[in-house]
């Protein structure tokens, strides 16, 4: 376990700052969407901060997709065998949804078919969109990665304007592919990403640029959100524009990446488990049984009926710092029993081996 816990130290600090920020602002989208809060037309600067804290979510998830990316385009990461990256997010997500499950259960709740089928088959019936397109993405990465590397820096670049291009065009009809259009978006972001450690391999030290270019990105899309709802010709291009790879969102994304990871290096490996912890959080705020039954009445239960900020605020440190906890726990858990799951399998390879031998 000493091992274990000294990895962390490896990597460098100073991007996982960004995984923090990513899943603040999923979780305050989740929290915002399943509120209870009723959009009013004599408060348009609420709607503005409801709308705007959904968008922030769309942030949160290209910027979570940014991190892999960035550590994903490489040699040494290309050559790890993906059965084993698949693994290491299909446990957890398994995990999850069969405790959420057994706990709504306990709770003396029925559960409907749609929950009972997204619990035991979690991936196949999209309890996590996330988790579904990273596992669609990762069969595809080997070889998209190969591609990309055989284009010449001005290829790449053609290419992912081309990419950008279709994907715009493809989102307008929905996500109708088995989660396909998720997977599509890891791709693009992966490429937009690659593209820029090509171009400039070293790590970038202005921090002091991509932070107010980041800032400057924040305060554009909530005046874009206000300007929509202000206008209601606008109002059907919002929907179309909240997606992680839009013209709206995906530079603010590549900002705010860039300005954690521009920031001096340092390496704290508690920072690091910690930060590898957020996925957790994930997992339990967007599990069926948490959206269709806990998040909302607990918010409602802190801010009333119509879902308040206090309320919404309450539930999200909640989900925040609850679920680090709840992972922080799991993850050593599950390596001990990967430990003790190798040590077992050694020691029957190592008896079987021997019977050959003394045959």
């Keep these: 376990m000493k091992e274990y816990f000294a990895s962390f130290k490896k990597r460098n600090s100073s991007p996982e700052l960004a995984r923090f920020v990513a899943i603040g602002f999923i979780l305050i989208g989740h929290c915002c969407v399943f ?3 009723y ?4 408060n348009l600067f609420g709607n503005s ?3 705007f804290h959904d968008i922030l979510s769309q942030v ?12 994903l385009f490489s040699p040494s990461s290309s050559s790890k065998p993906t059965w084993k990256r698949i ?3 299909y ?6 949804s069969l405790t959420m499950y057994m706990i709504f259960v306990g709770a003396g709740h029925t559960p409907s078919e749609t929950i009972i089928h997204q619990t035991f088959f979690p991936v196949i019936y999209n309890n996590y969109w996330f988790v579904r397109a990273y596992i669609l993405f990762l069969v595809i990465y080997p070889f998209y990665y190969k591609m990309l590397l055989l284009m010449k820096p001005r290829q790449h670049f053609v290419f992912m304007m081309v990419f950008f291009i279709s994907i ?5 009809h929905g996500d109708k592919l088995w989660g396909l259009f998720g997977a599509i978006e890891f791709l693009f972001i992966f490429t937009v990403i690659g593209f820029f450690k090509r171009i400039h391999p070293s790590k970038p030290k202005c921090w002091y640029v991509f932070f107010p270019f980041a800032i400057l990105g924040l305060v554009s899309l909530f005046a874009y959100v206000y300007i929509t709802l202000q206008v209601p010709a606008l109002n059907k291009y919002r929907g179309w524009m909240n997606n992680c790879v839009s013209l709206l969102v995906l530079p603010v994304v590549i900002c705010l990446f860039y300005a954690f990871l521009s920031l001096p290096e340092f390496h704290l490996a508690p920072l690091n488990y910690v930060a590898r912890a957020t996925f957790g959080c994930y997992l339990i705020n967007g599990d069926t049984c948490n959206i269709q039954y806990w998040m909302g009445h607990m918010i409602r239960y802190f801010g009333g009926n119509v879902g308040s900020t206090g309320g919404i605020m309450i539930a999200w440190s909640i989900y925040f710092f609850g679920g680090l906890a709840i992972e922080m726990i799991r993850m050593p858990l599950f390596e001990l029993g990967h430990l003790g799951y190798n040590k077992v399998f050694n020691k029957i390879k190592d008896a079987v081996l021997a019977k050959k031998e003394a045959a």
Aim: one cysteine or more; glycine letters at 8%; a neutral charge.
């Design 35 to 37: 509120s209870g809060y």
């Design 39 to 42: 959009p009013s037309e004599s």
């Design 49 to 51: 901060v409801f709308y």
């Design 60 to 71: 949160g998830n290209g910027l979570f997709i940014a991190i892999l990316s960035y550590y």
């Design 87 to 89: 693994l290491s997010i």
């Design 91 to 96: 446990l957890p997500c398994v995990f999850y």
């Design 168 to 172: 715009m065009a493809l989102h307008r």
